[in-house]
């Protein structure tokens, strides 16, 4: 049987789990506090009783839980994916690099989400907490990969690319909030006051 040398765990391979667990961790650590939220408006509405003769106190916390790690799971593997998207984007427009070497550069990046999102698991006392860790990770990542592409960025392509990056995340952001108001303005139209 064949020892593994360092030289051969230390690939680039080695890191490409990495976005499922942050993800994971994040997800946790959102669903945590969501789940502690919910407990306490169920308790403060009178709910949790009613809930408790059908169910015991554990399954419906683990129920609550677990819905809320998926739900935020696909959330934040949705804006992955996004993100992801965007990147390569930017690139095959504003970079000189035709034969993919920034991409695996950047896979190295991902660590700094795999300590924020352990960092998050410490924070479940408060959502902005949790918010502002993952506002703080996602720009030190952002720093990060601007920094690791930059070698093959012009100086109009890299602020392009900064760019075009701010502008997009920008008009989705607006867009779903949007969304959201409009949705509530409908809710709250069709109730009868």
Known sequence: MDCISIGELMNTYLTSYFPLFSISFFSLSISIRVELTVMDLLKSLGM????????SATG??????LFFC???FMVL????????TLNEISLLFFSEDHQGVSLTKVRKGSIIYIIGSILSLFAISS?????LIFIITTLVYFVYYVNAVSEHLSMS??????????????????GFMYLCINLYNGLMASLPL
Not at 48 to 55: D, H, M, N, R
Not at 127 to 131: C, N, W
């Open 48 to 55: 949790y009783e009613g809930l408790l003769e059908f169910f």
């Open 77 to 84: 593997s949705a804006l992955k994916l996004i993100a992801g």
């Open 157 to 174: 392509g890299m602020i392009f690319f900064i760019l075009f990056q701010v502008f997009t995340w920008s008009l989705l952001l607006i």
């Open 127 to 131: 959502f902005s907490l949790i918010g």
């Open 60 to 65: 419906i916390r683990l129920s609550l839980l």
């Open 70 to 72: 998926v739900l935020f």
